[in-house]
């Protein structure tokens, strides 16, 4: 099919307030979930990223964006996450001026090199999980819009 993806029909109740036709079709034969699920920490993470999982998960349960859709990229991110921190870290700690400062110097480079490379995917999985300024910014305006519909039409009820 051509043309651009059609949008949620959960963003859309938040743009538009009320679905029409055939939105209003494809939000009513959207499949249910019975029960929420939660994304679980993988058991083979460290403690580290753990750590991570839970700082992420807690920022997502705030957006409310926090789904078994998510996971498989929260995981990456977390990953990753792991790796930037400690590459980080020795990138702080080396001390070029020891006895073999060549051996000092390529443990920096090695480390400056894998920070770039993962930083990268690092920023693609926030703006997947819709975690970057943009992503924010849209988040908050489409709740911002929503909760003034929302005190408008309790206006004209009370």
Wanted: aromatic share 8%; hydrophobic share 35%; charged share 25%.
């Amino acid at each position: 099919m051509p043309g651009r993806k059609p949008k949620p029909p959960e963003v859309l109740g938040l743009e538009k307030g009320k679905l029409y036709g055939k939105q209003l079709a494809r939000a009513e034969n959207m499949p249910k979930q019975l029960k929420p699920l939660k994304p679980v920490c993988p058991r083979e993470f460290t403690p580290a990223q753990k750590k991570i999982w839970n700082h992420y998960a807690r920022t997502l349960k705030n957006y409310n964006l926090f789904t078994v859709a998510n996971q498989t990229i929260l995981e990456i991110l977390c990953f990753n996450k792991a790796i930037y921190n400690e590459h980080r870290g020795r990138l702080t700690g080396v001390d070029v001026l020891a006895k073999d400062a060549s051996k000092g110097f390529d443990i920096y480079q090695d480390s400056f090199k894998v920070c770039q490379k993962v930083e990268s995917v690092i920023f693609k999985c926030l703006s997947e999980l819709g975690l970057s300024s943009s992503g924010l910014a849209k988040i908050g305006s489409l709740a911002a819009g929503a909760l003034t519909k929302t005190s408008k039409m309790r206006e004209l009820i009370d």
